[in-house]
Nanobody, 118 residues
Framework: QVQLVESGGGLVQAGGSLRLSCAAS???????????MGWYRQAPGKQRELVAN???????NYVDSVKGRFTISRDNERNTLYLQMNSLKPGDTGVYYC?????????WGRGTQVTVSS
């Protein structure tokens, strides 16, 4: 079983930066055993969308709208997933969720709110 807890959200002006963290606990090991972890976001009135994901080996994937501005990383020893967000735009506003897939089961955190003011 995997538990995920996000932190680091908040209110920031356009052009600012935030770093999100996702502390993970795995009942039978570390997050090293999780191949894919990612960040999703959901804006008001919109569907949840993938922002970025990262494999155990460090291969990353980003939605086009955040390429060059966001960086996803993971620290397998500290069981933590990160999302560094720079040059934030009002369109980045939403609830950001950490996600992990292990043995065909998807796990989600409760989310952290990111609000970017213009």
């Amino acid at each position: 079983q995997v538990q995920l807890v996000e932190s680091g959200g908040g209110l920031v002006q356009a052009g600012g930066s935030l770093r999100l963290s996702c502390a993970a606990s795995v009942s039978f090991g570390s997050i090293f055993i999780i191949n894919n972890m990612g960040w999703y976001r959901q804006a008001p009135g919109k569907q949840r969308e993938l922002v970025a994901n990262i494999s155990r080996g460090g291969t990353t994937n980003y939605v086009d709208s955040v390429k060059g501005r966001f960086t996803i990383s993971r620290d397998n020893e500290r069981n933590t997933l990160y999302l560094q967000m720079n040059s934030l735009k009002p369109g980045d506003t939403g609830v950001y969720y950490c996600a992990a897939r292990l043995r065909a089961v998807d796990y989600w955190g409760r989310g952290t709110q990111v609000t970017v003011s213009s």
